[in-house]
């Protein structure tokens, strides 16, 4: 079936050190992709999404591309800093769920001193 | 306080028991979702809502029952809970393609 999911379950890097959290998916008909960051006892918070005619996206530190040839969609944090430790869940926006959101099980990123 | 409120943040219950979760939105966004959160399975749709009176199934609705009787507010009822709902439940809304979540209920089902 059609899923969402996530290359690596877990993630350590060096504070200072860029991250890259990866993310597979198989529904080509989505329409949006996005990056939700969950901290310890705390529902998901919005990181950046990216529509699906784009490759490449920008914010604040945080950059995700999008590679629709191969399914792939990646986050990447600049400076990881300590507050960056959470899990972070890509997902996609599915119409089969009156564009619900359907999200990966989620990478856990460990940001070492 | 604006945003999304999720009570009670904790609930023990017995098995067999029936237990409502409530969700509260301060905006009028018409998209209302309950999600629940398990190691392994990340977040699991359980229902959906697209306004108030219409509401819809999701990936794993069995053993829940929704309703929404006005736009804010947006509750979960299990009505003979098991073991196997124990969870992490997430009350969410909606506005283009942003969800916003509510701190979450966690229910352990004894």
């Known amino acids: 079936g059609e899923s969402v999911g996530l290359h690596l379950p877990t993630l350590s890097v060096q504070e200072g050190d860029n991250s890259i959290i990866n993310c597979a998916y198989s529904n080509s008909a989505s329409d949006y992709f996005i990056w939700y960051k969950q901290e310890s006892g705390k529902g998901p918070q919005f990181i950046i999404d990216?529509?699906?005619?784009?490759d490449k996206r920008q914010g604040q530190r945080v950059t995700v591309l999008l590679n629709k040839t191969v399914k792939h969609l990646s986050l990447q944090i600049a400076a990881t800093q300590p507050g960056d430790s959470a899990v972070y869940f890509c997902a996609e926006i599915r119409h089969n769920y009156g564009q619900n959101f359907v999200f990966g099980p989620g990478t856990r990123l460990s940001v070492l001193p | 306080d604006a945003g999304i409120t999720q009570s009670p943040r904790y609930k023990i219950t017995e098995t067999g028991r029936q237990v409502t979760l409530m969700c509260h939105q301060t905006?009028?966004?018409?998209?209302m979702f309950w999600y629940r959160q398990d190691l392994g399975h990340g977040l699991r749709l359980i229902y959906y809502?697209?306004?108030?009176?219409?509401?819809d199934k999701g990936e794993v609705p069995d053993g829940y029952v929704v309703s929404r009787s006005k736009t804010e507010n947006f509750p979960l009822t299990l009505e003979s809970a098991t073991r196997s709902q124990t969870s992490v439940y997430f009350c969410a809304t909606r506005m283009n393609t942003e969800a916003f979540f509510g701190q979450g209920t966690r229910l352990t089902v004894v």
């Open positions: 809502s697209a306004a108030a009176d219409i509401t």
């Open positions: 905006w009028s966004h018409s998209y």
């Open positions: 990216i529509r699906s005619n784009m």
